[in-house]
């Protein structure tokens, strides 16, 4: 039975991501490919026309439940009955990879989970998108991290954590001396701790949304952390210069909320 459901997790994984670096392969042989994508408001392949691109990417320009999204206080329902995010991480071997678009880090053996209404979540990989993707009262900080989990039904849950410019941040001083030469093939970087990355609060948003890259599925649980972070200038333009031109700059802008429910988590009595 475990190693069923490992098997399916394996299957799971691999669909998943391999759904994702499409247009990264595209981007890494540097051909003019149909299935690229930009950032570039305004232009042809830009994110108001992702949607028209590919047949499979159509809910990018038509889904209601599109992420990133603006979390605005006044809009959001505070509740102490989602309870406290569980997170249970562990150590373990992970490879780097840029996928053109952006720079991932993929765990291979178990790094642990979160769960989520009494459903467990596993980690499999995190990215970092520079400006952020989600902004705080039409804030935009300067890079924002996703942590993908997956459950074993191929569900997504996505933490994302902000970071304004400031202190550097320990978890990205670790991985950045292998960014410099990352390529389109993996490359180990050892035992990473994801228990290493700080929340720095217990509030956290909710909300049902989208992968914010295409294909842009929709069905993703996100859990935003209300506490903005700092990592240093010189950690974000590492990563903006080891990603592929023209993603230097890779934030989808916010997409509309269209009546959706977002809860803000905080601890005790409100
Ligand atoms: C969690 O469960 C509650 C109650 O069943 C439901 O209303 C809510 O949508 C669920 N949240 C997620 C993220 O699945
Ligand atoms: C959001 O920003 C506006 C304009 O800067 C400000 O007036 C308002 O108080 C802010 N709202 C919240 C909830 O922070
Ligand atoms: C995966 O998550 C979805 C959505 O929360 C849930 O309906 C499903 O039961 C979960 N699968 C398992 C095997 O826990």
Redesign the pocket.
């Given at each position: 039975m475990a190693t069923q459901t490992n098997l399916l997790l394996v299957l799971l994984t691999s669909l998943l991501l391999s759904s994702l670096p499409i247009t990264t392969r595209a981007a890494a042989s540097e051909l003019e490919d149909e299935h690229e994508f930009t950032y570039e408001e305004g232009s042809e392949k830009g994110p108001e026309h992702w949607g028209e691109i590919d047949p499979h990417w159509r809910v990018c320009g038509n889904g209601e439940m599109q992420s990133p999204i603006d979390l605005?206080?006044?809009r959001v329902e505070v509740v102490s009955g989602l309870g406290k995010l569980k997170r249970d991480y562990r150590p373990a071997p992970a490879a780097v990879m840029n996928r053109g678009h952006d720079i991932m880090i993929e765990w291979k053996g178990d790094a642990g989970k979160i769960n989520i209404n009494r459903t467990d979540y596993y980690l499999k990989q995190c990215h970092w998108h520079s400006p952020s993707e989600h902004t705080?009262?039409?804030?935009r900080y300067n890079l924002e991290l996703h942590l993908v989990h997956i459950n074993s039904s191929g569900r997504i849950a996505v933490i994302g954590i902000t970071y304004k410019y400031g202190r550097h941040d320990p978890f990205l001083a670790r991985l950045i001396p292998y960014f410099g030469s990352v390529g389109s093939v993996e490359n180990d970087v050892g035992i990473i701790n994801p228990g290493d990355i700080k929340f720095g609060s217990r509030k956290y948003y909710r909300y049902m949304g989208s992968l914010t890259v295409p294909p842009c599925t929709e069905g993703v649980i996100w859990t935003m952390v209300k506490k903005v972070r700092t990592a240093s200038e010189e950690q974000v333009r590492a990563i903006r210069d080891a990603v592929h031109d023209g993603f230097e700059q890779n934030a989808r802008p916010t997409q509309q909320q269209n009546g959706r429910t977002v809860l803000l988590y905080t601890p005790g009595p409100l």
């Open positions: 605005l206080d006044k705080f009262n039409k804030s």
